[in-house]
């Protein structure tokens, strides 16, 4: 249990140093993009990857994520998907940081406690006897079915995100993403043992494969607009969420994951994800998430919202203004 865990706290650090990179790479771009073609397209993050590719920024914090996921391949490989997916909730902590350092003001205290919840839930997870389930076996029939069901539930978040504020527009499309990485982890379990175990022509024979590399492929266009269009801390804050959240179910629905059913781990369970909800909500609320926000939908790739330069977008009050003579 020792190296998965490890490896999914690296792979949690990767994710968050990658999508803070990431994020500054997309809002120079956007920045830059004076015809404002990128805030009028349903994905503007499609329009941006072209002028991304040419960034040093944002290819570093793309092999970052490159390792992010061997990392997270390999946790999988040594552990369930129900035990390493819960674990990449803890990249919220090392986002936190890196987004403050962003707007140059440290965390509040009350940030640090949100930080404090996330870390004794991870705690009570892991420490507690048969709170996480550990074995399973994948149901594939089960597994494509949930992937048909993903795809309409991905598709339903981008919808319902269009028209919205720039911090609810970020956080559906988060969860969009969310969905999107859960599908990929239970892939990634399925494709790293057909390479071990079947070999690589076995491999490319399969089609788990080809929903992994499409799942990691939408989870990372719609993670780079939920990053662009509110706060780096929200954004990360519902990923944190709704990956493991769906990961769990998918290692107890579909993976035949054992969920033990004594008081203890039961209790455990219940209060490890009281705890966790608790701090990525405090998270997401904190002041640190409001000035993100503010900064982004100004500079950002915030959809259908024509972005002005800082001191133009600085509201005017009514007794600032003197009527012409």
């Known amino acids: 249990m020792f190296v998965p865990v490890i490896l999914g706290f690296v792979a949690a650090f990767l994710f968050a140093a990658s999508a803070a990179l990431q994020r500054s790479a997309v809002l120079e771009v956007a920045d830059a993009d004076v015809e404002h073609r990128a805030s009028r397209h349903r994905i503007p993050i499609l329009w941006l990857i072209r002028s991304l590719l040419r960034r040093r920024v944002w290819l ?40 403050s350092a962003a707007i140059r003001q440290w965390p509040a205290l009350r940030d640090w406690f949100a930080a404090l919840a996330i870390s004794g839930g991870v705690a009570v997870f892991l420490t507690v006897e048969g709170a996480a389930p550990l074995q399973g076996s994948p149901d594939r029939g089960r597994l494509l079915l949930a992937v048909l069901v993903a795809a309409a539930a991905v598709v339903t978040l981008v919808q319902i995100a269009q028209g919205r504020g720039p911090l609810a527009h970020s956080a559906l499309i988060a969860c969009g993403a969310g969905v999107c990485y859960a599908i990929s982890a239970a892939m990634m379990k399925l494709t790293t043992d057909d390479l071990i175990n079947r070999g690589v022509l076995a491999t490319a024979l399969d089609w788990p494969g080809y929903v992994l590399a499409l799942s990691t492929l939408t989870g990372l266009l719609l993670g780079q607009q939920a990053y662009g269009s509110g706060s780096l801390s929200a954004a990360i804050a519902m990923m944190s ?20 059913t004594s008081p203890a781990p039961l209790a455990a369970s219940a209060g490890a994800a009281l705890l966790l909800v608790l701090g990525v909500f405090g998270l997401a609320h904190s002041p640190t998430v409001q000035r993100e926000t503010t900064r982004t939908a100004t500079h950002g790739v915030y959809p259908h919202v024509d972005r002005l330069p800082a001191e133009v977008a600085t509201p005017v009050h009514p007794q600032d203004t003197c009527p012409q003579e």
């Open 241 to 260: 969420i709704v990956n493991p959240a769906v990961s769990y179910a998918l290692g107890l629905l579909a993976f035949h994951a054992v969920l033990a």
């Open 60 to 99: 570093l914090g793309w092999v970052t994520n490159l390792t992010g996921f061997l990392c997270q391949a390999a946790a999988l490989h040594f552990g369930s998907i129900a035990l390493v997916q819960p674990l990449l909730v803890t990249q919220l902590l090392f986002a936190l940081p890196m987004a």
